[in-house]
């Protein structure tokens, strides 16, 4: 017969201070020695207890040949810094800076010079020598955050490390703080922990905006999502006329591309 556990509510103790615990006693019967006492109680006994997670379990006694009496432990763990657990509160931080994006058409062309009149070759293509379009590096907006959270160790498994290992690198594939669908990049997570305390989480995330009918190059985009990779085609031209006639570039065509692959970033257990 394998052996078997029941909750005792005889002996059981709480103390509610700034770092709740719980002592919970079992009984375990029809066990054949302490490896098989343990095995059934920590098969059996719930991880947590009114939200405090189980920080051990002890044979307390044994009662006859096949009988024992244990005691899981329920405790809210220090963080690192000795503080408890109450205490804890989750962090946000943000950062706006200029990323560099290297562009080979303008949105507009607004003026064009010439020393012998104002008949100047028509292009698209900036810095073109009517050979190569080199473009310009530019300063875009870039939006990133990281929001740190305190997680119990029950919550922090494989499975879990797993989820957030397969989130990296996606895009929200639905709306996510607050913005929609294609503007936010999962960049990672870091975390950290020491002995049986709270894990401490940081999560890192970089925005880029949804556009819809712009244009770029002479060429009416209808939509492009935040992190949709759009470049453009350029064919050879002929533009002005007389001794202002010269080859250019021209944008022909502006290709939208879907380069990262959309996902729920919602984080389990915030």
Known sequence: MPASIFELFDGRSEAITGKMSADIPYCVISATDEADVRATALANIPTT????????????????????????????????GGSDTATLENTYTFETGGGTQ???????????????????????AINCDGETVAGVDITIQQFQWSDTYWFAPSVITEEWKQTIAYMTGKVNSTTFRGYPSGEVLFLGASGSKQGNGYWQITFKYAHQPNRTSFTIGGITVASKEGWDYMWIRYEDDVSGS?????????????????????????IPGT
């Open 242 to 266: 007389g001794a202002q006639k010269a080859a250019v570039k021209k944008a022909k065509f502006v290709y939208i591309e879907k380069v990262y692959e959309y996902t729920n970033l919602s």
């Open 49 to 80: 207890y009114n939200g405090i997670p189980r920080s051990g379990i002890s044979i307390s006694e044994r009662l006859n040949q096949t009988t024992w009496k244990v005691i899981a432990r329920y405790e809210q763990a220090s963080s690192s």
């Open 102 to 124: 290297n562009v080979k058409s303008g949105w507009s062309i607004p003026s064009r010079y010439y020393d012998g009149g104002s008949d100047v070759p028509s292009s698209s």
